[in-house]
């Protein structure tokens, strides 16, 4: 019989009881960051805000917000709390550099954040016994690291093998008998169907469970890469900003993530008025880490929208859980697990073309992959007689998305005026992919 | 001596080409030679026109993209060996020809018109003159 809880202590425990240890933390982990923080301490003081107001989870409300912006105009020590000398780890945002998040960690953040994967891995079914195929990407990118962490935390045999090279990841799952896989949703139904185009199928493998994250993906895929690989997919849910993968995992019910609350405050508020909605309310989610030491965010917000709900879970968790992100309080998109803004695009053609043209971000999925499609009208400026002059811009343009995203985009020149507007205005996004 | 060739960017999609060529007959433009270049998704449409400039206004207030650049009308006899000798000439004054197209111009019986878009003109029409061709300019073409 496999272990239900990885802390059972804190996973199950009484709402109260969790409400007091999150009062504690909070108190102190304020006043942490008023004393090492100039920048959050500035903002608190903008807002009349001492440590002294902050008496428990009560006054959360009464704390400024901190948002992308902040970590920018911080970038990359502004937020740090602790001396380089005390931390181990950088972890960062996927590959941009006008967005970049940088966070750091002290042994005991990497330890309270494997911590946190660990429980979602032993949610799925995973322990001591298991062999984890780590297929996320190692590297800045929280994905692999995370999860090489908590496999390791509960001590499975762990395969880092990264992303990519999918035959190879095949061939290890098969030889080496991997019986969880960790990796994006969309690379799991990739590898799902390669299995099928190698001739096998699941019985060839022993794979049980995987934890799928980084990215948003729907309940029919779920079901597709279930059978296609023959397991059971959970999700989970995590941000460089709070510390990676693990803020919140899927336990057996596959419904909804329970959020670690003894490290992560989480609320819902309204992000046009930024007031707390109550548990049950559709809004943002804003999450406080009062365990962090070295990158410790009060009430940082996600941009996620999701509702939040305290009803009893069949798996005897109490923590609060959180739905599937239902969209972006901002522009945001996530192609390809990578985090893409229209900003950065208009960043490129400003460059390339010496003034902002109309363009048009069109994703969508085909298959199990995103595809990313952006359509610039041709300025006449722009325009030569040559297809050789014609086609040097539209790689130029390609490259340099490349460069600032990380990703490929298919860069296709229109004509003036062929991108559709409502009400004058150009329509930036068209995101075809149906992943709520 | 050149004639001005009228350069359009097309959308490689269904309709572009008929937008393109109603638009210039609601203009009352003539359309003495055509050809497309292209890529996969888009394509330039090159024409020689009886009134360019009027042929890009026409165009721009329907909000295509149109230039227009000077390029050379060149009569070649209509026999073997003609369109190698221009070719021979220019190579010869080492110009070189980024594109060139045949042209539906026949001033005279006998003869046929292509149209070169080379690195420099000036050095091909001296070229192309000293070597006896006759080329076409913009009055030309107007009156054809």
């Known amino acids: ?436 | 001596m050149t004639v001005k060739q009228l350069s359009v960017f097309v959308e490689n999609r269904p309709g572009r080409l008929c937008a393109v060529t109603q638009a210039l007959a609601e203009a009352g433009i003539n359309i003495r030679a055509v050809s497309i270049a292209d890529t996969k998704d888009f394509g330039i449409m090159r024409i020689i026109v009886n009134d360019t400039d009027k042929a890009v206004a026409a165009l721009k207030e329907r909000d295509f993209i149109a230039s227009s650049a000077n390029v050379i009308a060149v009569i070649a006899d209509d026999k073997p060996g003609s369109m190698a000798a221009i070719m021979k000439t220019l190579y010869n004054d080492n110009i070189s020809v980024e594109y060139m197209y045949a042209a539906f111009l026949n001033p005279e019986q006998g003869t046929a018109c292509l149209i070169l878009r080379v690195d420099s003109n000036d050095k091909a029409v001296t070229a192309l003159t000293e070597a006896g061709c006759k080329l076409l300019s913009e009055e030309d073409i107007a009156k054809i």
């Open chain 1, 1 to 436: 019989m496999s272990k239900r809880y990885w802390n059972e202590k804190i996973e199950c425990m009484d709402r109260d009881e969790m409400r007091a240890l999150q009062s504690e933390r909070l108190v102190k982990q304020v006043k942490h960051v008023w004393d090492n923080v100039p920048y959050y301490r500035k903002k608190m003081e903008e807002k009349g805000v001492t440590p002294d107001d902050i008496k428990g989870i009560e006054d959360l409300h009464k704390l400024p917000f901190l948002s992308k912006a902040d970590l920018r105009e911080g970038y990359p020590y502004g937020l740090l709390a602790k001396p380089l000398s005390e931390c181990v780890r950088i972890q960062s945002t996927s590959g941009t550099t006008g967005k970049r998040v940088v966070a750091f960690y002290t042994q005991n953040d990497v330890d309270m954040w494997e911590d946190c994967v660990a429980r979602a891995i032993t949610a799925a079914g995973g322990t001591k016994d298991d062999i984890c195929q780590v297929a996320y990407g190692y590297g800045l990118f929280t994905g692999g690291a995370g999860l090489h962490g908590g496999s390791h935390k509960v001590g499975c045999l762990t395969l880092p093998m990264s992303s990519g090279n999918t035959e190879r990841q095949i061939q290890f799952m098969i030889d080496l008998g991997a019986t969880i896989l960790c990796c994006t949703p969309s690379y799991a139904a990739y590898i799902g169907e390669t299995l099928h185009e190698m001739g096998y199928t699941p019985d060839d493998i022993k794979l049980k469970a995987g934890i799928f994250g980084a990215e948003p993906w729907t309940e029919e895929m779920r079901k597709q890469i279930e059978e296609s690989l023959g397991i059971k997919a959970y999700d989970i849910y995590g941000l460089t900003e709070t510390s990676g993968p693990g803020v919140a995992f899927e336990c057996e019910e596959q419904h909804g993530m329970h959020i670690n609350e003894d490290n992560f405050i989480a609320e819902i508020i309204d992000p046009d008025t930024g007031e707390t909605l109550p548990d049950g309310s559709k809004g943002e989610l804003v999450f406080t880490s009062i365990t962090k030491e070295a990158f410790p965010l009060l009430r940082y917000r996600t941009r996620d929208i999701c509702v939040l709900s305290r009803g009893k879970c069949s798996c005897g968790r109490t923590l609060v859980k959180m739905s599937k992100p239902m969209g972006r309080s901002d522009d945001m998109l996530i192609i390809k697990g990578v985090n893409v803004f229209p900003s950065q695009i208009e960043t490129v053609l400003l460059k390339d073309f010496n003034a902002t043209p109309n363009y048009q971000i069109v994703v969508d999925r085909v298959g199990n992959s995103d595809t990313f499609e952006i359509k610039v009208e041709l300025s006449p400026d722009m325009f030569s007689d040559t297809i050789r002059d014609v086609s040097a811009l539209e790689r130029k343009l390609s490259a340099d998305i490349v460069q600032i995203l990380g990703i490929k985009a298919k860069i296709s020149l229109v004509e003036p005026k062929s991108i559709p507007r409502s009400e004058g205005k150009a329509v930036r996004v068209i995101d075809k992919r149906k992943l709520v």
